[in-house]
């Protein structure tokens, strides 16, 4: 008995009709892709703040700001007993509290920037770097005083493995040069935050009330880092 297969025709059909239906497909899926790493990324920043409160807790209500004094004394590091996971030694190639999956090199281990950003009056727009830990009653509004950012990605910023890593004293924003509205590519005074992260022009925000949102970066001011800034 005679079987009939495929025409040529038909196939080149079927062919069309999959690589219609995957052009409609793959850009909900992407999307779908991105907001899942978003979610991680905002879920990394809640549990790095209830890292930071249980922190403060322990330390007369405060909390790490810049890169301390030595390489035992950065944020992430004095952190790591009150989070769920662990590094290895110095290594925190396993740390996936501290990792961005949006972040575009995945040997980076460190993908946030902590607030170390201190100023002498509400005028002061250019401020200095605190390297010491600050009562959280300093602060005059947690909710709109950021504490952590996505960091950056560039061939600027170091990439940080281990602790003692080049690069380990630079995970903090004390300088209008690290904004995400900064052009500058330098590794101590260029941009630190991320520009365009997770949705176009932006990224993703710790604050000292611990919630998270995202900012666009033409929306961040110098304002949003002040601790003491008036509250009227």
């Known amino acids: 008995m005679y079987k009939r297969g495929f025409t040529l025709v038909e196939l080149l059909v079927v062919i069309a009709i999959i690589a219609l239906l995957m052009a409609i497909l793959m850009p909900a899926l992407q999307k779908a892709r991105e907001q899942a790493m978003d979610a991680i990324c905002k879920n990394n920043m809640r549990q790095i703040g209830f890292g930071a409160e249980l922190y403060a807790e322990d330390f007369d209500s405060q909390i790490p700001r810049g890169w301390g004094g030595d390489p035992g004394e950065t944020w992430y590091m004095l952190f790591m007993p009150y989070l769920a996971q662990r590094a290895i030694g110095n290594d925190y190639r396993n740390v996936k509290i501290y990792r961005c999956p949006s972040y575009p090199d ?28 600050t009562p959280l009653s ?95």
């Open 106 to 133: 995945p040997d980076q281990t460190v993908c946030y920037v902590v607030n170390g950003w201190e100023f002498q009056s509400d005028t002061d727009m250019v401020g200095d770097e605190t390297r010491d830990p």
């Open 138 to 232: 300093t602060c005059r509004n947690l909710a709109s005083t950021i504490y952590l950012a996505d960091n950056e990605y560039g061939f600027w910023r170091p990439i940080v493995r281990k602790a003692d890593d080049t690069g380990w004293n630079l995970c903090d924003v004390w300088d209008p040069g690290h904004l995400p509205s900064s052009n500058s590519p330098d590794t101590r005074n260029g941009r630190r935050v991320a520009r365009d992260r997770h949705k176009n022009n932006g990224c993703n925000t710790l604050y000292l009330d611990w919630h998270v949102e995202w900012v666009a970066a033409e929306k961040m001011t110098i304002n949003m880092w002040r601790f003491k800034k008036t509250v009227y």
